[in-house]
């Protein structure tokens, strides 16, 4: 169960980048991000009135803290992206995001057997082949840059500890609670940006169809790698389903070589094929 909800969460993750990289073309990542979330939080709502959430006092705190992570994710990684160059920092977000819950599982006494440990190291190596796009000019990121793809890493990673710290019969309150708090943060970004720069819109309109519907599939992806994603911690261990979530990358890079055609490195179909033999590595470990 672990290994086949945290692939799901993986490729959720990746979808929704994917779609929600395309909305960001055309409007504000702030903006983008924004109506995703609002959407993630009409989609989370509906789905625990049919799994069930349960508002304890435990649950509302992490959920608190897991929407500030959220919020200093999101900002830190579309800064590192904005700084680039985005074949370094965003796999550099990816491993950090799947370490640091690993050494946090290991810490509290999770035993990982020797087939998971290698399966472990592999995907983080798969993670880099993955996201790493060579090139003749290839340059190393800027401190900044770096510090920010470190931010983002440590904001998803926080993420994912604090809901697999949820107890297992809360139901998607946690995700809830997460959700709004995002989202009351986000819209905190976009107000102090309008106040910086007044004859700017305050939030992009959506003009389209189009991209109305990039923005809900969007939402829709990243909530369901949530939901995923907490199926897989709940089933297992926390390391597992954080290193399998990090392949993420994997999906958006077939989704652009599907839908834009865009061609796949040689080390990054290495990547893909180490991927899945470590995955067939946990799942006979």
Do not use: H
């Not at 979808?15 to 983008?32: C, E, Q, S």
């Not at 959407?39 to 608190?64: E, H, K, N, R």
């Not at 003749?136 to 998803?156: C, E, Q, T």
Request: aromatic residues 10%; neutral net charge; glycine residues 10%.
């Amino acid at each position: 169960m672990t290994i086949i909800f945290g692939l799901l969460s993986a490729f959720s993750y990746g979808y929704a980048d994917f779609v929600g990289a395309l909305a960001a073309k055309r409007i504000r990542a702030v903006a983008a991000t924004t109506y995703s979330f609002s959407v993630g939080l009409v989609v989370a709502l509906i789905l625990s009135m049919f799994v069930g959430a349960d508002y304890s006092p435990q649950t509302i705190q992490t959920g608190i803290y897991a929407g500030v992570c959220s919020a200093v994710a999101i900002s830190c990684l579309y800064a590192a992206l904005a700084l680039g160059p985005i074949s370094i920092v965003s796999p550099l977000t990816a491993v950090v995001s799947a370490v640091i819950p690993v050494v946090f599982d290991v810490i509290a006494g999770q035993e990982l057997s020797s087939f998971a440990v290698t399966a472990v190291v592999l995907i983080l190596v798969a993670v880099v082949l993955v996201g790493f796009v060579p090139g003749d000019k290839v340059r190393l990121p800027s401190m900044p840059a770096f510090l920010y793809s470190i931010g983002a890493g440590l904001g998803f990673s926080g993420i994912f500890v604090f809901l697999d710290a949820t107890d297992s019969d809360s139901g998607l309150a946690a995700l809830v609670v997460m959700r709004v708090v995002g989202l009351i943060l986000l819209v905190g970004g976009l107000l102090i940006l309008w106040l910086r720069t007044p004859k700017k819109e305050f939030i992009e309109r959506l003009t389209d169809w189009k991209l109305a519907g990039l923005v809900f599939l969007a939402g829709v992806g990243d909530v369901l790698g949530n939901v995923t994603f907490l199926i897989a911690t709940r089933s297992g261990a926390l390391a597992i389903a954080a290193v399998l979530t990090a392949l993420y990358p994997v999906g958006t890079i077939l989704l652009a070589r599907v839908f834009l055609k865009e061609r796949i490195a040689v080390s990054q179909g290495a990547g893909i094929a180490l991927a899945l033999g470590a995955c067939a590595l946990l799942a006979v470990g």
